[in-house]
């Protein structure tokens, strides 16, 4: 035989008070979620500030900058810049190509993008006192490979082609804005392009922001306007690359790019 039981109904006075706790309980929730998602991006939190997304790891350790960390941080073994104790100094552009024996340990970011572990420290630190200073921005490239680089420039031809370009306009062209495969700062992966965050800040903002202090984490503008016809690439306000601090410094103070500063 089945018995039935029949639920109690509470009293009035009992369901306003459940109802009165229950508030009381997701109001204090709401008040805690809000201080989360308030977190300064240079706290100790879960949150990579160079990209202002979640991480996926955390390369503030020694271990990883020596190429010692766990294999999804680390790439490959160790820099070998082809006997030059100066990494950091590295020319790379249409004359001085990426030495065939270089290899690159890279730091991945939570947005995908990957730079030589070496730098991470520094651009960490420039991002969140840029962000300190009231500007957002992302690393809209960082490490390519010689593949990628390869895809990009046949893209830009195809692109001045369907402009109705000769094929040999069309290269002359992309090259002004594309390295050639095995000749981009990009494989060398000290190198980022900056984006801002455009809902928040202005490019000019940040690029501004990056021109006047990047030199004290040790990046430089690499492509200023007034450099093309050293540089042989176009005006790149986006584009830093780590020379190291000291160089850094020199290379500001002086207006040079790192052709002149190099002497070549």
């Known amino acids: 035989m089945k018995c039935k039981t029949r639920r109690r109904k509470k009293p009035p006075c009992i369901v306003w008070i459940t109802l009165l706790l229950s508030f009381s309980v997701l109001g204090a929730a709401g008040g805690t979620l809000a201080s989360v998602m308030l977190t300064d991006p240079g706290s100790e939190s879960s949150e ?50 990426i030495p065939e024996d270089y290899e690159v340990t890279l730091t ?7 730079v030589d572990s070496r ?21 809209r490239e960082g490490y390519r490979t010689h593949e990628d680089q390869q895809q990009l420039m046949d893209e830009r031809i195809q692109a001045y082609r369907d402009e109705g370009y000769s094929q ?13 495969p095995g000749t981009s700062e990009h494989e060398l992966g000290i190198a980022v392009d900056i984006n801002a965050d455009t809902s928040i800040s202005s490019s000019e903002e940040v690029y501004g922001w990056l021109e006047q202090n990047s ?19 176009s005006n790149e ?8 601090k000291e160089a850094a410094s020199e290379i500001y103070e002086e207006g040079l790019c790192l052709e002149e500063y190099l002497g070549l």
């Open 48 to 97: 990579d500030s160079v990209t202002g997304r979640q991480k996926e790891i955390h390369p503030e350790t020694d271990e990883n900058a020596s190429g010692k960390g766990s294999e999804e941080e680390a790439e490959s073994g160790n820099i070998d810049t082809a006997g030059s104790e100066e990494w950091e100094l590295i020319l790379v552009n249409s004359t001085h190509p």
């Open 108 to 114: 991945l970011l939570s947005n995908g993008r990957q």
């Open 119 to 139: 730098i991470y420290p520094e651009l960490q630190e420039m991002f969140d006192d840029c962000r300190a200073a009231g500007y957002q921005l992302f690393v």
């Open 168 to 180: 040999e306009e069309a290269e002359r062209l992309a090259k002004q804005w594309v390295a050639v």
């Open 215 to 233: 030199f004290r984490y040790g990046f430089i503008l690499r492509y200023p306007a007034d450099k093309t016809e050293i540089t042989g690439i």
């Open 237 to 244: 306000p986006w584009h830093f690359r780590y020379v190291g």
